[in-house]
């Protein structure tokens, strides 16, 4: 069983940053891939990037390529989206998930998911 936490989200104006963390606790969290995702009210859940295990291989949509970057710290179980350059269009609630791939995709299983900590970008 992995639980996960995440915090940092907040208002922040176009333009603005914000880091995300997401603290894992239990057996093995280390070893999943672990993805962000976003959910803006009367949409889907999107994918936003994700990381490998080791921290050394990430991928993110299109719609964030450029402007947010993941990282991991796995000695403190811990992982990060940072965001920067942020739009309005933004706006979600981010969730961290434990998962089979970083890349995202079809087949991708996310087997344990945070509370989810929610972000908002004023224009």
């Known amino acids: 069983q992995v639980q996960l936490v995440e915090s940092g989200g907040g208002l922040v104006q176009a333009g603005g940053s914000l880091r995300l963390s997401c603290v894992a606790s239990?057996?093995?969290?280390?070893?999943?891939?672990m993805d962000w995702f976003r959910q803006a009210p009367g949409k889907e859940r999107e994918f936003v990037g994700g990381i490998n295990w080791s921290g050394r291989d990430t991928s993110y949509a299109d719609s964030v390529k450029g402007r947010f970057t993941i990282s991991r710290e796995n000695a403190k179980n811990t992982v990060y989206l940072q965001m920067n350059s942020l739009k309005p269009e933004d706006t979600a609630l981010y969730y961290c998930a434990a998962c089979t791939y970083y890349t995202g995709g079809t087949y991708n299983q996310c087997f344990y998911w945070g509370q989810g900590t929610q972000v908002t970008v004023s224009s």
């Open positions: 239990g057996r093995a969290a280390s070893a999943y891939a």
